[in-house]
């Protein structure tokens, strides 16, 4: 007796079910197992965390709790952001595992150093916020209350603002590879995004006045490494428009 042809179809997204099920499991339990080795040095990553404002308070200031919980949940959903943000890797290989068996080979010899270098410049991102941006954002706010006015943040507020800013500058990294990807699939040329040159200028500034203090250096400070990184995924889409002219046709790998 022969199987039904809908049962035959059906059994291939069954498996991937199974498999994207598995994986999943395989990231959370990754992500729990980061958080509880990070549990205990909770307190210590927000006292890193608060470092850049606290270094600019003026002396006998501190930061201040709210509300009741504050103190436990703040550290506790800090740490665990610190693990999501450490197990990011692992996370991006469990994708890439998953989607892999369906690529062409040319493709997957390409997506591998566009995950790699994807995840490099979100790390990247976050670095250069914390060691350059925090500091003039924070020195710009605290010397800008007015006489009288103490400086005295609250912990989950501060948190929540610094959340942001990571994610935002680490999503603003990611600049070159959303151009080159632009340009790989034909959604745009580099001769149409060289041509849009000024437009993406203004705005970088005005995504770096958005996210910035109103002055020119923190602005520049966000905006001029936007626009380098844009003409950095320009130049690999020439490079990568020169390569795909002769390119046979290829099957997914089984």
């Not at 927000?46 to 009741?68: D, H, R």
């Not at 507020?157 to 942001?164: G, S």
Request: glycine share 6%; with cysteine; proline share 7%.
């Amino acid at each position: 007796m022969s199987t039904p042809p809908d049962v035959d179809q059906q059994m291939p997204l069954i498996e991937h079910l199974v498999e994207l099920r598995s994986r999943l499991l395989k990231a959370v339990v990754v992500i729990v197992v980061i958080f509880l080795g990070l549990y205990s040095f909770s307190n210590d990553i927000y006292t890193f965390i608060a470092q850049p404002l606290m270094s600019l308070l003026p002396p006998g200031s501190q930061m201040i709790a709210t509300e009741v919980a504050s103190p436990f949940l703040a550290p506790f959903k800090l740490t665990l952001v610190v693990a999501l943000f450490i197990a990011v890797p692992f996370l991006l290989y469990q994708a890439w595992a998953f989607i892999a068996p369906g690529l062409y080979t040319h493709e997957k010899k390409l997506a591998f150093p566009l995950l790699a270098s994807s995840i490099v410049l979100f790390y990247s991102g976050a670095v250069f916020a914390y060691f350059v941006v925090f500091p003039l954002l924070f020195k710009f706010f605290t010397t800008a209350a007015p006489a009288g006015v103490q400086v005295m943040t609250d912990i989950n507020a501060y948190l929540t603002f610094v959340l942001k800013l990571f994610f935002a500058f680490g999503l603003a990294f990611e600049i070159p590879i959303a151009t080159f990807l632009l340009i790989l699939t034909g959604a745009a040329t580099v001769k149409t995004l060289s041509s849009k040159r000024p437009y993406i200028v203004i705005g970088c500034f005005v995504v770096g006045m958005l996210l910035t203090p109103p002055d020119v250096v923190s602005q520049s400070l966000l905006a001029v490494p936007m626009w380098l990184l844009f003409e950095v995924g320009i130049i690999f889409g020439r490079f990568v428009k020169h390569q795909r002219g002769g390119r046979a046709e290829e099957t997914p790998d089984a």
